[in-house]
C-alpha cells in the first residue's frame, strides 16, 4: 500500500465571478469594505483584461492538476492528492486543511504558487494553515520559497531569451531587462524580510543564465495606502529609463508565475499605456502557468519536505 500524502497548493484567489469582487476586496482589507469608488476601479480593471475576466481561477486549478501529475510520475511509492488553499477566495486555506483531514490524510506538505518568502505574503499562508492543522491533529511541513530553483531559472531563463527576439532591432538598440515583483509596504525592512534579497538573487541568476548584462530590479502593483510601500514602482522606473535614453524594455515578472491582474492589467494594460506614451518598446516574458518546468520545481521541492 502506498503512503498517500496531501499537498496543500496555497494561492491568492480570485472572485468566481463579478458580483463577488465586492466580498474579495473585503476579505484583502481584512474586513474592511471598499468604498463604491475602490469597487468600481477594481471591477473596471477585471472587465479590461484580456483571456476571461478571472484567468487566475482556471490557471490555479491548471497548475494544481499538473502539479498532482508530475509528483505522481516522479516519485510512484507515493501517492499524492493535491488541495487547493487560496487566501482570500474559496476554498479557503483552512478549507483545504479541513478537507485532507476528512479525507483521512495524516502527513501534508503546504506550498504556495509564489516563489519568494516574506512575512507579509507567503509567511501569511503558511502561519493560516499551520493554524488550521493544528486543530485538525495533521501533521504538515512547508516549503518557503523555491526562489533559485535551477529548473525554475532555466524557465525564467529561456522566457528572457525568447521575449528577447521580438525587438527586431536589438542588435543597434540596446534592451534593458526589467525583473519585477509585488511591492509591499517598506516596514517588512524593520525586521530583515528576506523577500527583496530574494528577488535579487533570482534576478542575478536569471540574467546570468540568460547572458543579459543590462538589467535592473524594480517593483510593480503596490497598494493605495498612506503607508510608504517598496520603490521605485515600475511605472516610475519606465520614465527614469526614458530619460536615461534607453529604448526598448524587456519586463520579465518574476515575482508571479500565472496570468492574472497583476500581469494582465497591471503590466500589459496600465505598464503598456505609460511605455507608449514614453515612446518606449515594452514587452513581458509569458508567464509560467504549467511549464513542465515550473512543475518540476514544485514538485522537488515539496518531496524535499518529506525525507
Ligand atoms: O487575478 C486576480 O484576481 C488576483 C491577482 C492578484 C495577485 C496578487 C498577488 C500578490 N498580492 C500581494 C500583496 C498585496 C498587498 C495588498 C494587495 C492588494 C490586492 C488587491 C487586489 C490584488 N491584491 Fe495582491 N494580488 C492580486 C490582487 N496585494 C485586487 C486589492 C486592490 C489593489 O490594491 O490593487 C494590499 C492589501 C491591503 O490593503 O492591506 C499587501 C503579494 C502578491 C504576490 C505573492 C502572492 O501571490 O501571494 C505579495 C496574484
Redesign the pocket.
Known sequence: EKKRIGVLVM?????ESLDQVEAY?TH???GNPPSPEQLKE?TDR?EAIVGGF???RENTNQQVAGLEETLNGMYPEYEFVCYQGL?HAVPYIEDGVHKMAKDGINHAVGI???PHF?T???GS?IKRAQQAAEEAGLAMSFVESYHLHPQLIDALSERVADTLQRFEDRNSVPVRVVFSA?S??EKILETGDPYPQQMIETSEAVAEQAGVNSWQFSWQ?A???AMPWLGPDILDTLKTLQEEGVRNVLVCPI??V?D???VLYDLDIEAQKVAADLGLHLERTPSLNTDPKYMTTLAESVFSKLT
Open positions: 494561492s491568492y484567489g480570485t472572485p476586496y484583502i482589507r481584512r477594481l477585471y478571472f484567468p487566475l487566501k504556495v504558487l509564489a516574506s507579509m505574503s507567503v499562508y509585488h509591499l509596504p502593483s497598494g493605495q495606502t515575482g508571479f500565472s492574472h491582474l497583476e
